[in-house]
């Protein structure tokens, strides 16, 4: 695991070329590895560009995509940006 998340789908993408690199990262030391990589992308060509997106297990066993603010799983539970499952928006009080 990647702190809350089972893995981390990592793209390095090429702003001029549109050329990518894609590393599925499920540990810590993977992470690193990835951010190595990318260094070693930037010293050749700084027209790269990281995107990360994180998955955690919803209790439903359903994966969950923890890209935006709020992250609903198809079964109706929410994630936050970070993987910790949020109280049912009843509570929310907004």
């Not at 549109?18 to 599925?24: A, H, I, N, S, Y």
């Not at 890209?67 to 609903?72: K, M």
Request: charged fraction near 30%; charge should be negative.
């Amino acid at each position: 695991m990647v702190g809350n998340f089972i893995y981390i789908d990592v793209f390095l993408c090429n702003q001029l070329t549109d050329e990518q690199v894609k590393l599925r990262v499920r540990s810590n030391e993977e992470y690193d590895q990835a951010y190595e990589k990318y260094d070693e992308l930037l010293t050749k060509d700084d027209c790269w560009l990281m995107v990360r997106a994180p998955y955690v297990k919803c209790a439903c066993n359903r994966l969950v995509e923890c890209g935006g603010f709020t992250n609903t799983c198809d079964c109706g539970r929410d994630y936050n940006f970070s993987g910790t499952e949020l109280a049912n928006r009843s509570l929310w009080g907004e």
